[in-house]
């Protein structure tokens, strides 16, 4: 069982439509990480945030929106998203110190497919 | 940052042990090993990480050369449930972002 818990697990939409990913985490942890995994690769850094600032965004396209309400909590909002955009989208969370890099927790993902 | 070397895939026998080998040779002073995998389904897992002495845990033990260019990842007995992509990632001191490779696809032979 992970510790860090995503929703839904599987998600379906068209072009046009507007979503949101949901993760949570109830480890004390203060940097929140996503990341999209496409078939047969490994992850890639999307966002990452410490204490609920958005401290990295990789060049990520602004079709992709996140968001973290509190320390907790982090959303991933979708809106007219491309066929492309389909992959595993992770999330991780770490105890975010500024020194040594901790381990990060993942979720299981959210499995997206675009129509 | 430093990029690391791993075999795209190795086979092992079930029980037996397993030597996951990593290469970085440009790797700098202040560079944490750390090893992640990832079992078929499921988010990738955190198995251990090292500065410069030898490091064990429940999991697993990292051994890393003398000079640093190289690390493996010892799974001491390995099941069919270690079957999975080994990921040998670098971090510098402070640094939260995980650049995943290509890793290892470990196979576990019954």
């Known amino acids: 069982d992970t510790e860090v818990t995503q929703t839904p697990k599987h998600l379906v939409m068209g072009m046009t439509n507007k979503k949101s990913l949901k993760c949570e985490q109830h480890?004390?942890?203060?940097?929140m990480y996503w990341y999209k995994q496409k078939a047969k690769k490994p992850p890639e850094l999307m966002f990452v945030?410490?204490?609920?600032?958005?401290?990295i965004n990789e060049s990520v396209p602004s079709r992709f929106s996140p968001e973290c309400p509190n320390s907790s909590l982090l959303n991933l909002h979708l809106h007219a998203l491309q066929p492309e955009d389909s992959a595993l989208y992770l999330c991780?969370?770490?105890?975010?110190?500024?020194?040594?890099?901790?381990?990060?927790?993942f979720g299981d993902g959210t499995r997206l497919s675009i129509l | 940052d430093a990029k690391t070397t791993q075999p795209n895939s190795m086979e092992s026998n079930e029980e037996e042990p397993v030597h996951l080998p990593c290469n970085h040779s440009t790797i700098s002073g202040t560079d944490y090993i750390h090893w992640y995998r990832q079992l078929p389904s499921q988010g990738p897992e955190y198995v251990i990480h090292g500065l410069t002495s030898n490091v064990n845990n429940r999991m697993a033990s990292l051994a890393i050369a003398e000079d640093r260019k190289s690390s493996t990842l010892i799974l001491h007995r390995a099941t069919l449930r270690d079957a999975a992509v080994y990921y040998c990632?670098?971090?510098?001191?402070?640094?939260?972002?995980?650049?995943f490779g290509t890793g290892t696809r470990l196979t576990i032979i019954p």
């Open positions: 945030y410490s204490y609920e600032k958005l401290s």
């Open positions: 990632i670098l971090l510098n001191f402070g640094n939260e972002k995980l650049t």
């Open positions: 991780a969370s770490s105890p975010y110190t500024g020194t040594e890099a901790q381990p990060q927790h």
């Open positions: 480890m004390g942890h203060r940097a």
